[in-house]
């Protein structure tokens, strides 16, 4: 079964603070992803790796950065947390197109991130 | 226009009624139709995934997309109160990225 997990399932933190947000795959998936829930708004990509050390925005990259340093874990960075920043935060997982044609993503249980 | 768009809901419907849950798209490039499922304070699972016009049935669940007017459905037959979720379609193109719909409501009442 593929387990994607994440550091936190509920976060505090209060305006300004620099915020590192978790996530670890273990099927050996070149593809990983951090989006954002909102009521009203849906899932929204924020990044995507889809190789060790590369990224690409998604549709709200502003205020976010991210690091793939390795091929399992893709973290999420608040570099000066906002209250607008309020969100429920999940990361996913793939493999490449030509690996699995169905391009399934698979989700961790999110990360509740509440600042204040 | 949005590229996909999903009335929210909330639907309700007694157990064993018929869903039907829809979503248009605006982007004629969009190849790969899916819908996820979400548990409440859950991620979301894949529940169907098709890439061509057509119907596809997996037990209670059918998938059908109409490419020529851009919409699509998924349709439980027989609900059942533990498919009471938030379902999400999914739409992508030629790369990586996928654009949900923003999800609709369902419970289902015993």
């Known amino acids: 079964d593929v387990k994607v997990t994440q550091s936190s399932r509920y976060l505090?933190?209060?305006?300004?603070?620099?915020?590192?947000?978790?996530?670890?795959?273990?099927m050996d998936h070149e593809n990983m992803f951090w989006y954002r829930q909102d009521p009203g708004l849906g899932l929204r990509l924020?990044?995507?790796?889809?190789?060790?050390?590369?990224?690409?925005?998604?549709?709200?990259?502003?205020?976010?950065?991210?690091?793939?340093?390795?091929?399992e874990r893709f973290?999420?960075?608040?570099?000066s947390a906002s209250t607008n920043q309020t969100s429920m935060y999940l990361c996913a997982s793939s493999l490449r197109p030509d690996r699995d044609l169905t391009d399934t993503q698979y989700f961790g249980p999110g990360t509740r991130l509440t600042v204040l | 226009q949005k590229e996909?768009?999903?009335?929210?809901?909330?639907?309700?419907?007694?157990?064993?009624?018929?869903?039907?849950?829809?979503?248009?798209?605006?982007?004629?490039?969009?190849?790969?139709?899916?819908?996820?499922r979400q548990y409440s304070r859950k991620g979301p699972e894949l529940l169907m995934y098709t890439y061509s016009s057509g119907n596809k049935e997996d037990?209670?669940?059918?998938?059908?997309v109409d490419k020529s007017s851009k919409y699509i459905s998924l349709f439980i037959r027989d609900s059942q109160p533990s498919d009471s979720a938030t379902y999400l379609c999914a739409i992508r193109g030629s790369n990586y990225k996928?654009?949900?719909?923003?999800?609709?409501l369902l419970t289902v009442n015993p």
């Open chain 1, 75 to 79: 973290s999420l960075i608040l570099e």
């Open chain 1, 46 to 71: 924020i990044y995507f790796s889809y190789d060790v050390k590369m990224k690409e925005k998604g549709d709200i990259p502003e205020g976010y950065s991210v690091s793939r340093e390795k091929k």
């Open chain 1, 12 to 26: 505090v933190k209060r305006t300004g603070e620099k915020v590192f947000l978790e996530c670890v795959q273990d």
């Open chain 2, 98 to 104: 996928l654009t949900f719909g923003k999800g609709t």
């Open chain 2, 59 to 64: 037990g209670r669940f059918t998938a059908q």
């Open chain 2, 4 to 36: 996909v768009e999903q009335d929210p809901g909330p639907l309700s419907v007694p157990e064993g009624a018929i869903v039907s849950l829809n979503c248009t798209y605006s982007n004629s490039a969009f190849q790969y139709f899916m819908w996820y």
